[in-house]
């Protein structure tokens, strides 16, 4: 099991090159370029949703991955989510969860049966590493894409800056000198939320 810490905001749509050349962007020791494709799978009773988990296949290249998540605390568009990632192999396998009550719950026979896709996310992704000081690391992700559901479409334009080493306040610190030249406000509804959202056709 990995623990994500992530801050998620939001970036206009015509700011994303702009924000690319910001000088602690410019700076980043390594860049690359992705696109993912990811679906998104419930019950048709929303039983997951209703559990606080999430579980979603993402394919980047011509390979698949399968992510569990549960979302542990929000807050201001920072997230700290414990999370479990396998490789795909053409059918669902949750024996990798180590959480012994999350897995035996996923594993229940009624649940297997009823699982269907959702919603979808397409988006084109630069992810870009940064150490903005000693035993700090993060990983700036800039997304440009959509998300669609039932039909429905939405844009998707965001930045996350997850940490993989240091102090959650290094985050902060990264945002409030990115949001020095455009607005970056902080978003509070993930991915995933604005994914049922549109499944539900729930007005913003």
Aim: charge should be positive; include cysteine; aromatic fraction near 6%.
């Amino acid at each position: 099991m990995a623990q994500q810490i992530t801050l998620k905001l939001e970036v206009a749509e015509d700011r994303h090159g702009v924000l690319q050349r910001h000088p602690a962007l410019a700076a980043a020791s390594g860049r690359e370029q992705h696109h993912l494709v990811s679906i998104y799978y419930d019950t048709g009773r929303m039983a997951l949703r209703r559990a606080g988990i999430l579980l979603r296949l993402r394919k980047q290249g011509t390979t698949w991955q399968q992510t569990v998540k549960r979302q542990d605390e929000s807050d201001g568009g920072l997230t700290r989510r414990p999370e479990w990632q396998a490789p795909y192999l053409n059918h669902f396998d949750f024996s990798h969860v180590d959480d012994a009550e999350l897995r035996d719950w996923l594993q229940r026979d009624k649940l297997a049966g009823c699982l269907s896709a959702v919603f979808e996310t397409n988006v084109r992704r630069t992810v870009c590493q940064l150490d903005p000081g000693a035993g700090t690391r993060i990983l700036a992700k800039l997304d440009r894409g959509w998300i669609a559901s039932n039909g429905r479409r939405e844009t998707i334009s965001e930045l996350e800056l997850q940490l993989l080493s240091g102090s959650v306040d290094s985050l902060y610190t990264l945002a409030l000198e990115l949001a020095k030249r455009q607005p970056l406000p902080p978003l509070l509804l993930s991915k995933a939320e604005r994914g049922y959202r549109l499944f539900h056709n729930t007005p913003q």
